[in-house]
């Protein structure tokens, strides 16, 4: 089954710094990466998603970068602002199968 | 015009009571899904239904039963309560299994006292 590891665990920017969050998986077959944010008392919310043939995805301040042939996709948030901080999680699927959750970063966004 | 609804938001219960949580989508989706949230913010999945079809059931107590009456629902039955059973339950649903985003409902966070 699809092995998937995020990276950090934890990070701490500072408000108006940049954040990037690594996502490694190991099924070479995954064709479909998404990003969730999940707010405190709330349900995992899909934020951006990219497909196996786009490198670069963008969305305001928010964008995904995948390098399918080293199996790993990241999420970059620029110009933090609070409301960024959240726990972000990985979902790369793609087959007609489970998809596993990657086990979450959690985004300080400092004053 | 909530995409996923399920009810209760919270539930409290005592050990060994069987409790019911419900779930709907009005997204139009084929596929329905329950994942159980730990301490740690761990996602894991439970169940996975197509159009009525349960097509993930993961390595849970047979205690745990999800019904789906129809492509538009699926509800999870909790027999004999257990401590550990106490967690956040998502329900969530996708136009397809794996290639497309999920939609999750805000949860259900269960209590066994």
């Known amino acids: 089954g699809e092995n998937v590891e995020q990276h950090p665990s934890t990070l701490s920017v500072q408000e108006g710094d940049s954040a990037v969050i690594k996502c490694t998986y190991s099924?070479?077959?995954?064709?479909?990466f998404p990003w969730y944010k999940q707010e405190l008392g709330k349900g995992p919310q899909l934020i951006i998603d990219?497909?196996?043939?786009?490198g670069e995805k963008k969305d305001q301040r928010i964008a995904v970068t995948l390098n399918k042939t080293a199996k790993h996709f990241s999420l970059h948030i620029t110009e933090t602002q609070p409301e960024d901080s959240a726990v972000y999680f990985c979902?790369?699927?793609?087959?007609?199968?489970?998809?596993?959750f990657g086990k979450g970063t959690r985004l300080h966004i400092l004053p | 015009d909530t995409a996923v609804s399920q009810t209760p938001k919270y539930l409290v219960t005592q050990m060994g009571n069987d409790k019911s949580i419900k779930c709907e989508q009005n997204?139009?989706?084929?596929?329905m899904y329950w994942y159980k949230q730990d301490s740690k913010k761990f996602l894991k999945i439970m169940f996975s239904?197509?159009?009525?079809?349960?097509?993930i059931n993961e390595t849970v107590p047979n205690r745990f039963s999800p019904k789906s009456p129809d492509k538009a629902h699926l509800n999870l039955h909790i027999n004999s309560l257990e401590l550990g059973d106490s967690a956040v339950y998502f329900c969530?649903?996708?136009?397809?299994?794996?290639?497309?985003?999920?939609?999750f409902g805000s949860g259900t966070r269960l209590t066994v006292v």
């Open positions: 997204l139009g989706h084929d596929t």
């Open positions: 969530a649903s996708s136009q397809r299994q794996g290639v497309y985003g999920y939609t």
């Open positions: 990219i497909r196996s043939n786009v």
């Open positions: 239904y197509n159009n009525k079809e349960l097509i």
């Open positions: 099924d070479s077959a995954s064709n479909y």
């Open positions: 979902a790369p699927g793609g087959r007609d199968d489970k998809i596993i």
